[in-house]
């Protein structure tokens, strides 16, 4: 954005002034205003806006100091995994062993209702552990022979359990998901 001076516009009247503040712009020619005027979600002016006429929709609004700033959200929210299941989940970002994570899953197993799944889920990679390899299925089966274990790894492949084959309805001879591959055991 770059500071524009307008002469008073009686055709152009914005939706909302804001006035008062520490507007950050981005530009970096002109990184802070202290007002601005803005038209069907477009700016119209900086640090001129109180020049504008206002109508009776425009909303003035004083930001008593504040800092704005332009543009940011989260693109990637969890909210409904993460209420629904959060005290279900397992995270083995950090742990030092793999001996701890199934130590960890196992304890989780023992906890989670009957019905219910255990997920390993988060930013953990197998050489973070002293054993520097992945957990085998004959070790998540006996860490958790009961509980479905869904074990994410990377955001790209998932591991899982006997428990949770039978709950999912698999077997030897289900068929690849379109776009999936289902990898078998030697068993």
């Not at 609004?61 to 704005?68: E, K, M, P, S, Y």
């Not at 973070?128 to 957990?135: H, N, S, W």
């Not at 790209?156 to 006997?162: E, G, H, P, Q, T």
Request: aromatic content about 6%.
């Amino acid at each position: 954005m770059k500071k524009e001076t307008h002469t008073m516009n009686a055709a152009v009247i914005p939706d909302l002034i804001l006035h008062n503040g520490h507007i950050t712009t981005l530009d970096p020619q002109y990184p802070e205003a202290t007002n601005l005027a803005i038209k069907d979600g477009r700016v119209l002016a900086m640090d001129d806006a109180e020049e504008y006429q206002r109508g009776p929709g425009t909303k003035v609004i004083d930001l008593q100091g504040r800092r704005v700033v332009p543009g940011l959200n989260n693109s990637h929210l969890h909210v409904i995994r993460a209420g629904l299941s959060y005290n279900m989940e397992l995270r083995w970002d950090g742990v030092p062993s793999l001996a701890d994570a199934l130590r960890m899953l196992k304890e989780q197993a023992q906890r989670t209702p009957p019905g219910q799944w255990v997920r390993v889920v988060g930013s953990w990679s197998e050489f973070q552990f002293a054993e520097r390899r992945m957990p085998t299925l004959d070790e998540i089966n006996d860490a958790a022979p009961d509980t479905p274990v869904f074990v994410l790894h990377l955001y790209c492949r998932a591991l899982l359990n006997k428990a949770a084959l039978r709950a999912c309805g698999y077997t030897k001879d289900t068929p690849n998901p379109p776009g999936g591959e289902i990898q078998h055991d030697s068993k």
